[in-house]
């Protein structure tokens, strides 16, 4: 039975703190009763998955960054870094690329000729074995140089940033000597170069022994007389010697083709490095992108349910809408569910061409009301977003509001308080998507620059005495055409610091608050001032209408959600109460009675 007044059903979002605006003003549903709201804490983003944030230590967690920010974000087991392999005959080119890929994408360089000139020069048991095999030109014995490169791969530097394997294999058993230990990169890059070329680019080689430069006499001279005066021609750069090596590679570079004919991408290396560079720069940036989209994708639910290893015995094997929402923190199934819903609604709409979107997500965890609000969940949602669109390509840039004010009232809504540097903090992939396909900025018009291609507002808010949406609007105006999506705003107008309502312009304010459509809107609902049980929810992902469910207890002693009824606009308060008591809809009791023919 439905307890008393069904026009008391209200949303979980009810309550207002003086610093959180209520309900954003679109909301149809009653208005909240003033209390106080929780600020998130920082002790609270303790949880691990995608992005997992440890505990905070010290008391300004925040300060410093590494030992003294107490706030570290790191990247979860699935975020895989990348790994390349480079190959190509002796003098392609592979170790000036080498340097250049160092720069751009942070991988730990792995040459196996380097390390084994190191070990020459160390005098070392090793260095004594391999030295007289380098210096004639010939393959060092396969037991030397794996234990050497499988040691150097198991280094915590390159399990993190990932490795750029140069020099090795270099031959088929030590590619499966690889394989056999299932170590495999993501791309195999050949560098392609006429024998002619690769013999003068050895007799003319000279390195640097103080920086471990590359240069050419001729193609890359030194840039000072000091420099050219300490550079060194390595031992087996004589013709002769070249010629051998050359042999030597193409009698093996068949055999390990095979091993990475799929992964093989093949680049002119007789062209100005930079051109080189160029093509393996987007080369690697795909691959990167690839990675992060497999490591970031969140799964549709159907997979990952199927996958029941992964479902908590815990937990009931809900379908849709999940279940026991009223228990925080939420599983990582049920947040991963939420996460793929505002991530597919959102792609709907910005592929259709909608640029004013908001989102508007009420699950406990997300709701300033309840004992644990995590901030740490609504940022893994911007940075699902904000990653799955940088995948296609685009430049996301991810805002979030200033401090507000001036002087004693100048201050920042309680739930942003950090955030940036949370965001700053956080862990967007080891393939810099931050900096280059995510950036993150504040709100204004000073932010939107020509190269992004679309804006995130991370839960912009008025706060007492100060209005964002003037900002906001500065903003889309400069964005143009451009998406700008905002994730659970709350731009109902606040009183002013003396208590006064600003009336100046606010039907404008309003007006273009409500410009914003819901892509993505989930709200609980309950009875008016309660926040258990759950009554039920509603739900609305773009291009669909609203769906009302209602929460039923099952025999089992589970709970679901069934569907009560779909509304093509947002329903009103008394819309979801009649559809509770399973009355006609408003509209219909309206209606004039069907006219009869006359015949
Ligand atoms: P290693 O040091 O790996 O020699 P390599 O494979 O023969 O390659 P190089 O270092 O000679 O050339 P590179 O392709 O790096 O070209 P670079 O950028 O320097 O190995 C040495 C020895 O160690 C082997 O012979 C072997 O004995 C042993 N070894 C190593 N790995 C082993 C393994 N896995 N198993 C067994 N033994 C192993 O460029 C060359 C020159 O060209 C430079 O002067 C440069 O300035 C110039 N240059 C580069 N790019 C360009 C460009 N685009 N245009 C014009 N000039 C260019």
């Known amino acids: 039975m439905l307890p008393a007044s069904l026009s008391s059903l209200h949303s979980t979002n009810v309550r207002t703190s003086p610093y959180l605006s209520p309900l954003s003003s679109s909301s149809s549903l009653p208005s909240p009763s003033p209390s106080l709201s929780l600020a998130p804490s920082f002790s609270h983003l303790h949880h691990r998955r995608l992005v997992s944030f440890n505990t905070v230590r010290g008391n300004n967690p925040l300060a410093t960054k590494a030992e003294r920010r107490g706030l570290s974000v790191t990247c979860a087991s699935t975020c895989e870094p990348l790994k ?13 690329q080498c340097e250049l890929i160092v720069q751009k994408f942070g991988l730990v360089h792995i040459s196996t000729g380097d390390l ?4 020459v020069s160390a005098g070392s048991e090793i260095g004594n074995k391999a030295k007289e095999f380098m210096n004639a030109g010939q393959l060092v014995p396969d037991e030397i140089v794996t234990a050497m490169v499988t040691a150097r791969l198991s280094h915590e530097d390159a399990k993190t940033k990932g490795w750029l394997l140069d020099g090795y294999p270099r031959s088929f058993a030590q590619a499966q000597s690889l394989e056999n230990l299932k170590i495999r990169p993501d791309v195999y890059v050949v560098l392609d170069v006429p024998d002619e070329i690769l ?16 240069y050419h006499l001729t193609n890359f001279p ?6 050219k005066a300490r550079l060194v021609t390595r031992p087996d750069d004589t013709e002769e010697k070249v010629k051998s090596r050359l042999e030597i590679y193409k009698q093996n570079a068949k055999a390990i083709l095979s091993t990475y004919s799929n992964i093989t991408k093949k680049i002119d290396g007789n062209r100005p490095k930079e051109m080189v560079f160029a093509d393996i720069e987007s080369l690697l940036s795909q691959a990167k992108r690839e990675k992060m989209k497999k490591t970031t ?12 290893n992964q479902v908590s015995s815990s937990q009931d094997n809900w379908k849709g809408i999940p279940t026991r929402l009223n228990n925080i923190p939420h599983s990582r ?19 259709d061409g909608r640029t004013r979107l908001k989102v508007e997500i009420n699950i406990p965890e997300l709701n300033p009301e309840m004992d644990v609000y995590r901030i740490g969940t609504l940022m893994e949602l911007v940075r699902v977003i904000a990653l799955s669109f940088a995948d296609d390509g685009k430049r996301v840039k991810v805002c979030v509001q200033g401090s507000m004010g001036e002087g004693a009232l100048a201050g920042m809504p309680l739930q942003l308080a950090g955030t940036r540097k949370i965001l700053e903090f956080m862990d967007w992939g080891d393939y810099g998507a931050k900096g280059t396909f995510v950036e993150i900025g504040s709100i204004g018009a000073n932010e939107v620059d020509e190269q992004d291609d679309m804006f995130i507002l991370v839960a912009p808010q008025n706060a007492v005495g100060n209005c964002i949406i003037d900002d906001m609007k500065a903003m889309t105006d400069a964005a143009g055409t451009r998406p700008v999506i905002l994730i659970n705003p709350r731009l109902k107008d606040l009183p002013g610091s003396s208590g006064i ?26 009875y008016a001032g309660t926040q258990y049980p759950i009554m039920g929810a509603l739900r609305m992902t773009y291009p669909n209408g609203y769906e009302l469910y209602k929460r039923v207890d099952v025999p089992s002693g589970g709970e679901k959600y069934v569907i009560l009824s779909t509304f093509t606009e947002k329903p009103s308060s008394d819309d979801i109460n009649d559809a509770f008591l399973g009355k006609p809809r408003q509209r219909e009791r309206c209606a004039p009675p069907p006219t009869r023919s006359k015949s």
């Open 84 to 96: 390349v392999m480079i190959s190509g005959a002796p003098a392609s080119g592979k170790g000036t």
């Open 116 to 119: 084994l000139r190191a070990e």
């Open 199 to 214: 013999i003068d680019r050895c007799v003319g080689r000279r390195l640097d022994p103080e920086t471990g430069k590359i």
């Open 222 to 227: 030194p840039e000072t007389e000091e420099i």
């Open 297 to 308: 994708a969140v799964k549709p639910v159907h997979e990952r349910k199927s996958r029941s």
């Open 333 to 351: 199934e049920i947040r991963n569910y939420f996460y793929d819903d505002v991530l597919q609604a959102t792609q709907r709409a910005v592929n």
């Open 501 to 526: 309502m600003q009336t100046m312009g606010r039907d404008k304010r309003l007006e273009y608050a409500a410009s914003f459509e819901n892509c993505y809107f989930f709200r609980l609902l309950y």
